[in-house]
């Protein structure tokens, strides 16, 4: 069984978030170190259980945050390099896996953090010159997948597009289209480091059909993407340390 989360997560407020969330936590748990190739990895959660192969603790916090790598300050220098296999399960199939992973977090990593609103360099997504191009829906089942330079939504918000882009940008997306409900959409673009690929890397070249994100954007939603600094909320850590194996 796992102890209840000891070290509190704080919010800029100076509220703790696992004061609403120290309840949600998975029964069972194991993390150990992985010395995997760092190319394989990912994150498998549902049914009350998160799978998460070979991934970094910064990993781990885009997942359960759902925010993307440039939001997260700070923390120690083994953040993104130390690498781990977590499988973890809980009593209740329909909790909120994420938050359990927070739990989680907090206690076996001693991870403390808290958001701050800072203004940084940011891509901002507008609607482009001739409207959206996107499928609007009235659907309550929220779904979005997402590959490497490859994200399909199903009855998704602007702001989740914003977040799930995020995670693939080198900069994070605001959403500031201005775009109520929900839509359907699909994008395909080629990320930018597929674009130096040598010759023998064939499913990277394969890719090399597609347009950058920008154009990609534009095309195919009707929006568009400019960098300018915005008001973002990003996650300060305060404290992690490496967990004891088990």
């Not at 796992?2 to 309840?23: N, P």
């Not at 930018?192 to 070249?205: D, P, Q, V, Y």
Request: neutral net charge; aromatic residues 4%; glycine residues 8%.
């Amino acid at each position: 069984m796992i102890r209840e989360v000891a070290c509190a997560i704080l919010c800029a407020s100076g509220l703790a978030f696992g004061q609403s969330e120290a309840s949600l936590r998975f029964e069972v748990a194991s993390i150990k170190p992985s010395n995997a190739d760092p190319s394989s990895s990912g994150v498998h959660s549902g049914n009350g259980r998160l799978t998460a192969e070979n991934v970094t603790l910064k990993r781990c916090i885009m997942a359960a945050y759902g925010i993307g790598p440039n939001q997260i300050l700070g923390g120690p220098d083994w953040l993104d390099s130390d690498r781990f296999d977590i499988d973890a399960k809980g009593e209740r199939p329909d909790a909120d896996v994420m938050t359990m992973l927070r739990s989680l977090m907090a206690e076996r990593f001693k991870l403390a953090l808290h958001r701050e609103t800072k203004p940084i360099q940011a891509y901002v997504l507008e609607v482009a010159k001739n409207g959206p191009k996107m499928e609007r829906t009235d659907g309550e089942s929220h779904q979005t997948s997402n590959g490497r330079g490859d994200i399909v939504a199903r009855n998704a918000s602007m702001d989740r597009f914003a977040e799930v882009l995020s995670r693939q940008m080198d900069l994070p997306v605001v959403n500031l289209t201005g775009l109520e409900g929900t839509f359907n959409f699909r994008l395909q673009w080629t990320p930018e480091n597929s674009r130096t690929a040598k010759a023998g890397e064939s499913a990277a070249l394969e890719r090399l059909d597609k347009p950058s994100v920008f154009t990609a954007v534009q095309e195919q939603l009707g929006l568009r993407l400019r960098a300018q600094k915005a008001p973002v909320q990003v996650l300060v850590i305060d404290h992690a340390e490496r967990p004891a194996e088990n």
